[in-house]
């Protein structure tokens, strides 16, 4: 018999069903939330409801597309946390119910642990140990990837997420909801060098983002002080001087991690990993110390229930299922 799961994650603003079948992802279908746009960030009570409304509808397109009976599935997995309480409350109620219906096993995953297991969806594939920098509008860690289901994380944020650092301060710069891709798009244009801002410098591998949205603001309301136009004229070099200002912050950690476990596979994950600058240096720093890097398509780096799929696979052959008493942990570590 196959081994065939519905995968579901609700964390924050997608709503997203996959169905695997023995570890090969059959499809993930994806609804992302507009209704956030014009808060300028994802609005907790929102989300939660656009999950009531998109859920169903996802799920019954997740089972009509992949061609399997829903009495065939051998298991429910969800998305337990990390994660908006709300939004994630969501899911693990509708999966529970589902999996008591059909009298099947249930599987709880971590949303940080499945960001790496996206790498295991499609070739090429990290081999163990490995470094992975997940990196997102919720998240930024370093984690030594010791096994599918043995990770340690060896450093993170201490306040911001990186992606959070690029909406907020492309919410300064008056660009719309989220601001990451528009920094990247305009920076492409820009100076990377044309303004300075700090580089925090945290113990060990740890990360600090919430400096830079502060030297953002101060700079910006000093230059508008003496041109009101500062912004307008300056947009691609803003954008590349925060770019190059973020993605040194990350890098620096990065070196740091793969030289102190002395390891050489190195894998990025999360929305952020979509940033040009970031793949750019990702490279040159590839080829500068012989590291093979790891990238996974678009689709599996931003939120979405295929890489809940493949997290679940690998704890159904361990046999690691969870009760049907399970409650959503938002702040659940890896
Ligand atoms: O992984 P993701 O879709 O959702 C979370 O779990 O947070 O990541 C979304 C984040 C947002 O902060 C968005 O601005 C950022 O990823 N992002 C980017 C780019 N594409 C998405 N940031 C910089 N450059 C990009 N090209
Ligand atoms: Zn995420």
């Known amino acids: 018999m196959k081994i065939t799961i519905l995968a579901i994650e609700s964390s924050c603003d997608e709503t997203s069903a996959a169905i695997i079948s023995d570890g090969k992802v059959l499809n993930n279908i994806i609804a992302t939330q507009s209704v956030h746009e014009k808060y300028g960030g994802v609005v907790p009570e929102l989300a939660s409801r656009a999950h009531q409304q998109h859920l169903i509808p996802v799920i019954h397109e997740a089972i009509a597309s992949s061609g399997i009976a829903k009495e065939e599935l051998s298991a429910i997995a969800f998305t337990r946390g990390p994660g908006l309480m709300g939004s994630l409350m969501v899911g693990v109620s509708f999966a529970k119910a589902m999996a008591f219906a059909l009298d099947i096993p249930l599987i709880d995953i971590n949303h940080m642990q499945a960001h790496i297991l996206a790498h295991f969806i499609e070739d090429p594939k990290p081999k163990f140990p490995f470094i992975c920098l997940t990196v997102s509008g919720g998240h ?21 997420a990186v992606g959070e650092a690029f909406d907020k301060t492309a919410k300064l710069m008056g660009l719309p909801y989220p601001g990451g891709p528009l920094i990247d798009k305009y920076a492409k244009e820009g100076n990377p060098k044309a303004f300075e801002f700090p580089v925090s410098d945290m113990p060990g591998l740890n990360f600090s983002f919430s400096g830079i949205k502060t030297a953002v603001l101060y700079f910006l309301r000093d230059r508008l002080k003496e041109n009101p136009q500062f912004i307008e004229e300056n947009l691609a070099d803003i954008a590349a001087s925060v770019q190059y200002t973020l993605i040194k912050m990350l890098m620096q950690k990065l070196k740091k991690a793969a030289n102190q476990y002395k390891i050489k596979e190195i894998a990025i994950a999360g929305g952020v990993s979509a940033n040009s600058g970031l793949r750019d240096e990702l490279a040159s720093l590839a080829q500068k110390h012989h590291w093979n890097v790891y990238v996974p398509k678009f689709e599996y780096c931003t939120d979405n229930a295929a890489m809940i799929a493949m997290a679940a696979h690998y704890k159904y052959l361990k046999g690691e299922f969870v009760g049907l008493d399970v409650v959503p942990e938002a702040r659940m570590k890896i």
């Open 140 to 160: 930024t860690q370093l984690v030594l990837v010791k096994d599918y289901l043995d990770m340690e994380v060896i450093g993170e944020t201490t306040d911001d």
